[in-house]
């Protein structure tokens, strides 16, 4: 921890803050900037939320540095120097670091302190927070901004307590880093952070050997440092790449087409489909306008990226269990640094789990049904409960004592991502029904966070005591969620997107598709008086 202390607590402000990354700090900044007196609670010891918790070897951003940073301040946008494409998660963690310092934003929040709980007295108005540490704070107004993907999954294999070296999650990497060399390591898991960290682990490891049950979609990072012509460019243009970002699909801004493979010939396919692959990253998605709407057109894109696995791996057979059949996107596309090529080292080894699945883990390894493979320490990139885990974990209680849990026991239930019917001065910061995880975070996070802001400007400009939403907008943009979801290909496959990566999580999909469109609804919501809400004036609320 660099200069963070448990600030003394404040027992009554007006927001309640939970979280210190990208969402709670910048929350914590526009709280403060209006005037509101603020108290932050973050379960770390220091501010960074997702970029905390996730140092495991390779993490970085999916997304170009340049854009995945804050467009509040634009002196700040100057001052900062991005040295990578993709920013690596240390050089993310600075720049939070940076924004807490220059904000002084970390006197706002008290660390290594989780909120346990949250209850709303109808009587006064306010909701009553209580902490591991035994705090209690009176508050008007409660923000989760709890991330997306911030409560790991460690899947219940059998004898998995019995193993007698180290298990490491990617998620929860230690802050001292682990040194590999000359150990036997085995890698459970094949998704983003597994894709990202095995090129590297195999590089130290004595052998590394990785337990695949679903192999996935990579796309070259092609990662380099910054030109300082590229950043004088953008800093020159930051204005311009903000404002176009708002108006692409996943908030981004980017190359985009009207133009459709299923309507291209052959070899505009496949030109597309290169220059997008030379160019690399998640742009990938953009190549055709109906990659994610039309079966024959993902198809393309899937085979285009089983041929290049073909040519990156020198054994066929492998190449063969390296190749996935889901649809692309469904499950997050992937964005890596030689991922496939890792494959043909000496030192690698690829367990199809279709093939031969995990019987148990044992003192001395993972025991497949093609037998044991022993271990000195186990890598688990296996994910997260994402979207609802962390809030679940929170004993949250609306009116009536309704608990959000159970609002939420047939899958999760909120109004336009932000509120929730029945849980009055309740916000979320990129809740489930807002685009969130298919944006680039820190558009999304910023977007709520100033609509949060404006909302409490307007109540406390006309004493209102309370905003929430009906259950009829709830349901419908529940309905409208899903109903957009399935134009697409993205509920297509099983995903933490879906939740079924959680054993008994209900399956919805748990993102709404397309930021352009969800911007207008939400500045139409806030136009229109909170349409959709029921605000309670002060002098009705204690009746
Ligand atoms: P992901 O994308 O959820 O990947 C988890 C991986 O772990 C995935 O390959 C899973 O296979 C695998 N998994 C999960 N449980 C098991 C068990 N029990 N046995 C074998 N394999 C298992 O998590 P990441 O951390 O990689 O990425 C999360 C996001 O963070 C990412 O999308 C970026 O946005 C950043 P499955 O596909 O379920 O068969």
Known sequence: MSDATRAPLREEVDVVVVGAGFGGLYMAYKAREKGLSVQGFERGDDVGGTWYWNRYPGARCDIESMQYSYAFDPELEQEWDWSERY?????????IDHVAKRYDLRRHFAFETAVTGATFDEATSRWRVRTDKGDEVIARYIVLATGCL????????????????????????????????????????TGSSAIQ???????????????????????PAHNRPWTEEERRDTKANYRQIRANAMTKPFAFDSFSTDAEATKSTPQEIRAAFQRA????GLGYM??????????????????????????????PDLAKKLMPSHTVGCKRLCVDTNYYATFNRDNVTLVDLRETPIEEITAEGVRTAAGLVPCDAIVSATGFDAMTGTINRIDIKG?????LRDHWADGARAYLGLGVAGFPNLFMITGPGSPSVLTNML???????????????????RQIANIEPTTEAENAWVKEVQEIADTTLFPSCGSWYTGSNIEGKPKVFAAYVGFPPYAEKCADVEAKGYDGF??????????
């Open 87 to 95: 920013a690596t998660q240390p050089e993310i963690l600075s720049y």
């Open 150 to 189: 911030s409560t790991t999954n460690l899947p219940a294999i059998k004898g998995i307590e019995s193993f007698k070296g180290p298990i490491y999650h990617t998620g929860a990497w230690p802050k001292e880093g682990v040194d590999f060399t000359g150990l036997r390591v085995g890698v459970i898991g």
């Open 197 to 219: 960290s095995i090129p590297l682990m195999a590089e130290q490891a004595k052998h590394l050997t990785v337990f695949q049950r679903t192999p996935n979609y990579s796309i």
């Open 277 to 280: 692959w030379d160019d690399g």
């Open 286 to 315: 953009n190549t055709f306008a109906d990659l994610l709407l039309v079966p024959e057109a993902n198809k393309m894109a899937a085979d285009f990226v089983r041929e290049k696995i073909e040519g990156l791996v020198d054994d």
């Open 399 to 403: 009116r009536g004592g309704e608990r």
């Open 443 to 461: 558009v999304s996070i910023q977007h709520h966070v100033d609509w949060i802001a404006n909302a409490v400007s307007y109540l406390d400009d």
């Open 534 to 543: 029921r605000l309670t004036p002060r002098t009705q609320a204690a009746e």
